[in-house]
C-alpha cells in the first residue's frame, strides 16, 4: 500500500498548523512571541522562587501552643 507524498503532507499538516503557514514573516514573528513568553515566565518563575519573601506561620515557641 503506497502512501503518496501529497497525502501524507496533508495529514501532517492537520497535526501541527504552525508547518502549514506560508509567510515566513508571520512564522518568525510568533516563534518570537513564544520565545519571548517563555522567557518571560521563567524569569517570573526565577524571581517568585529566590527573591519573594514568603509569610511562613509563626512559630509557637515552645511548642505548647494548644493546636493539637
Known amino acids: 500500500m503506497a502512501c503518496h507524498a501529497a497525502g501524507f503532507h496533508e495529514r501532517a499538516c492537520l497535526l501541527c498548523r504552525f508547518n ?16 519571548f513568553a517563555i522567557l518571560a515566565f ?6 517568585k522562587k529566590f527573591f ?12 505548647n501552643c494548644g493546636c493539637s
Open 52 to 63: 519573594w519573601k514568603s509569610k511562613k506561620k509563626k512559630d509557637c515557641g515552645d511548642g
Open 42 to 47: 521563567a524569569v517570573v518563575f526565577l524571581i
Open 20 to 35: 502549514c503557514v506560508s509567510n515566513p514573516k508571520i512564522k518568525t514573528m510568533i516563534q518570537e512571541i513564544i520565545a
